[in-house]
């Protein structure tokens, strides 16, 4: 089992910035890649990046240039900048991993843009 805990979501206005952070603990030993979804209302949750262990990244097209995900091996934790943020970038985003057949969620953190 692996535990994941977010933080740093918040209220920020269009155009601003916000970090957020995933810390893992547990069987952390095989985790590859790490994830950020993002669930807004009454919307499926949907991903935003993903980075693998070797550092390859992916970003959905509504992010890009925009997001920056980035990864502390060492730490066990990954990071999303969140920059030039939109209204419609609110929602609840998530840590996600993947160890064998456990698919492991954060508690999730709520982030507002306002416009």
């Known amino acids: 089992q692996v535990q994941l805990v977010e933080s740093g979501g918040g209220l920020v206005q269009a155009g601003g910035s916000l970090r957020l952070s995933c810390a893992a603990s547990?069987?952390?030993?095989?985790?590859?890649?790490m994830r950020w979804y993002r669930q807004a209302p009454g919307a499926q949750r949907g991903l935003v990046a993903h980075?693998?262990?070797?550092?390859?990244?992916y970003y959905a097209d509504s992010v890009k240039g925009r997001f920056s995900i980035s990864r502390d091996n060492a730490k066990n934790t990954v990071d999303l900048q969140m920059n030039s943020l939109k209204p419609e970038d609110t929602g609840v985003y998530y840590c996600?991993?993947?160890?064998?057949?456990?698919?492991?969620w954060g508690q999730g953190t709520q982030v507002t843009v306002s416009s």
């Open positions: 996600n991993v993947i160890v064998g057949p456990v698919n492991s």
């Open positions: 547990g069987n952390i030993f095989s985790i590859d890649v």
């Open positions: 980075i693998t262990s070797g550092g390859s990244t």
